[in-house]
């Protein structure tokens, strides 16, 4: 069972309030929560749909009264019933017309199939007759998790949108916050209106070695002090696989390289990469033997004549 | 850039299908925050844009607000959504140093 909503409580208002006072309280309301001034707000997003509905009914003089009347003991079913009969449904039909509209749900009048429960019971469901026109059915935005060496290969993955499987193909080198749109996976439209899209939002997780800013590739490796003394060639890893670095003789902690092109694919550009950072960190050998102790001591003392 | 007419619509379609004189769109061209076409004397809207338009044109309508108060929502809308993606490479950015 729908919970009861107090919808003056809503708007802030009295009991008693005037037409004219529901308008400017929902339009005070709406100037502050609208979707639209409100971009990637969903706290927002929900109250404004709490206002829409508290608006749709108090606004509407019939329906006001039959909330006034029943609204508080809408519970009692059978009355509520009786009710719902005597008042009728209203209804929505389309009323023609070539002008098909553009409108997508993010506009004012709050987005279908977002009403309360108690909205759908005490008022069998949608809006009045006002909504003729054919709607463009509401965009879906999707958040896709994957990690960071599935954004490396381009891969195909099938995802189930409202029930239906759709294979879509996800190019090499996507963005971690990148939106892709898919024209028509949205909701059906409404009235004749065409289907709203679906946009994808990709969120990679860093799970490798690896950070990734652009198209670049940044990595930590451990370099033996021999090696950045001396000089010599360590294996180092990838994300395409293994490959050696010559190492400068006297390089220093923290020194970081560039490996071209063996960074992240750049994304829709077949062949073409970013590059590799890797910065060394060198390891000071532990657990020395008394013989390299000594000639560790040897060499600091050729440091100080 | 050229332009197949199927893209356009009409404004005066547009105009009465939201029960808004042409005078509006006409402003809010002048601010730069839409763009018209015009083909053989008729003012043509580009289809890609009338998402926005119509967010605009609801702020008007059914928000009660100005034209100089669209416009300045539009700026600002813009500056947050600029600030909303610098936030994201920022967070991205940092994902890298702490992640």
Not at chain 1, 80 to 109: K, V
Not at chain 1, 164 to 188: E, F, H, M, S, W
Not at chain 1, 245 to 267: D, H, M, S
Request: charged residues 25%; hydrophobic residues 30%.
């Amino acid at each position: 069972m729908a919970e009861f909503i107090d919808y003056y409580k809503i708007l802030g208002i009295a009991k008693t309030a005037t037409e004219d006072e529901i308008k400017k309280a929902y339009r005070k309301l709406a100037r502050k929560y609208h979707p639209d001034l409100n971009p990637n707000n969903a706290e927002a997003k929900k109250t404004f749909q709490q206002i829409n509905e508290a608006n749709e009914v108090l606004s509407d003089p019939e329906k006001r009264k039959r909330y006034d009347q029943y609204g508080e003991n809408w519970k009692h079913a059978e009355q509520f019933e009786q009710a719902r009969q005597q008042q009728g449904q209203g209804s929505a039909g389309f009323s023609g017309g070539q002008w098909q509209g553009y409108e997508g749900f993010s506009n004012f009048g709050g987005e279908e199939g977002q009403f309360s429960d108690f909205f759908e019971q005490m008022f069998g469901g949608r809006r009045s007759g006002r909504q003729t026109r054919a709607y463009k059915g509401e965009d879906f935005n999707a958040e896709l998790q994957m990690n960071l060496a599935d954004a490396y290969n381009t891969h195909q993955q099938i995802l189930t949108i409202n029930g239906k499987k759709v294979r879509i193909t996800i190019p090499a080198g996507v963005d971690d916050g990148q939106v892709i749109k898919l024209k028509g996976y949205g909701n059906p439209g409404i009235n004749g209106g065409p289907a709203g899209d679906l946009y994808i939002r990709f969120v990679i997780s860093t799970n490798t070695a690896f950070k990734r800013l652009g198209n670049d590739l940044y990595s930590t490796v451990k370099l033996p002090l021999y090696t950045a003394v001396l000089g010599g060639e360590i294996t180092v890893e990838t994300m395409g696989g293994k490959i050696k670095l010559k190492v400068a003789p006297e390089t220093q902690n923290g020194t970081k390289i560039r490996v071209k092109g063996k960074g992240f694919p750049v994304y829709k550009k077949e062949g073409s990469f970013g590059d590799l950072y890797v910065t060394y960190n060198i390891q000071i050998p532990t657990g020395l033997t008394e013989k390299e102790k000594e000639l560790f001591h040897q060499l600091a003392n050729l440091k100080k004549s | 850039m050229i332009m197949e007419k199927e893209d356009l619509i009409p404004a005066n379609d547009f105009c009465s299908y939201h029960h808004i004189s042409y005078s509006f769109i006409s402003e809010l061209s002048e601010a730069g925050l839409v763009e018209v076409t015009v083909l053989e004397d008729q003012q043509y809207l580009r289809q890609d844009q009338l998402k926005e338009l119509e967010k605009l044109v609801h702020f008007h309508t059914d928000l009660d607000i100005n034209l100089e108060g669209v416009e300045a929502i539009a700026h600002l809308l813009e500056r947050m959504q600029e600030l909303q993606q610098n936030i994201r490479q920022l967070q991205h950015r940092l994902n890298i140093y702490e992640g």
